[in-house]
């Protein structure tokens, strides 16, 4: 049965309601990688690339699970797939220069950034807290932006700017997964 929530209006959540606990693991994963890489600054390249993989595989794991979250899911699995092969190409790519994984990176921001932007402003109504969503997809196209302009930058500079991105998305999908158990309490105690 999908049942429609106060609050989420044209928005049926139920079966997202019920993974609350998914949703907040991969927001804490996220948060964790996204501090690795700033406690990490000074790591080698390849090992930066394993992190950033991890944090843009997770991501794209996170938008697979979301998407029940919308009756329109499509968006959601493009840009989980968008960072699943961004993640696998960093990943697959263990000799990868500096440059080559800050253009790598920063143009599968910038695709899933445009991508989650098209999203939250069609279904904004429809989407709960869709100013975080909105804030995250423009603050990946400012970071894919940043790492393509910089294409020597030093690992410092990558590091810190894919680190601040990560933590931000996991955050953010702490915050929503707490939401989400918040609301699936409430449903639970109206139906008991």
Known sequence: MTMQVQGFSQTF????LRRWGV????GVVMAAIGLLLLVNLFDAVKTLAVLVALGLAVAGVDEFVEADRHRVRWPSYVLGLIWLATAVVAIAWPGVTLWAL???VGLGFIAGGLAEI???VSYRR?????GVWLLDGACSV????LAL?????TILALAILLGLR?????????MFGLSLRRIYRTTQAVHS
């Not at 429809?126 to 869709?130: E, G, Q, S, V």
């Not at 400012?142 to 932006?145: K, P």
């Open 166 to 174: 990560v933590l931000f998305r996991g955050i953010s999908t702490i």
């Open 13 to 16: 959540v139920t079966p997202l």
């Open 142 to 145: 400012l970071v894919g932006i």
């Open 149 to 153: 302009a910089w294409p020597r930058a």
């Open 126 to 130: 429809a989407l709960p807290m869709w």
């Open 118 to 120: 098209a999203f939250v």
């Open 102 to 104: 800050a253009a790598m």
């Open 23 to 26: 949703v907040v693991a991969l």
